[in-house]
């Protein structure tokens, strides 16, 4: 595991938002200004449904899914914690 300092990571934070990273691959969406988009789900459901590289919002990752998502489906991470559509989630 590599250890980054604030610096590395911010810096690294801007290069992915100038490079679209952020946007919803499915609809554009800018999944990094709210952060209901923003979620992990867990590896198995990621490569089946998910995109290997870049971010589907919340609505667009169940379109793909074709369910609704439930707890189950996100890991136990910080990020997910910090969701408030995952954390109310049943
Ligand atoms: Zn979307």
Redesign the pocket.
């Known amino acids: 595991m590599m250890i980054y300092t604030v610096e590395q990571i911010k810096k690294r934070i801007v290069k992915l938002k100038n490079q679209g990273h952020w946007n919803?691959k499915?609809?554009g969406?800018n999944t990094f200004k709210n952060n209901k988009d923003y979620y992990v789900v867990t590896d198995k459901l990621w490569l089946k449904f998910g995109i290997s590289k870049g971010m589907?919002?919340f609505?667009?990752f169940e379109k793909r899914l074709g369910r609704p998502l439930i707890k189950e489906d996100f890991k136990d991470c910080g990020v997910n914690q910090e969701n408030i559509l995952v954390k109310n989630l049943k």
Do not use: A, I, S
């Open positions: 919803c499915d609809c969406k589907l919002c609505g667009c």
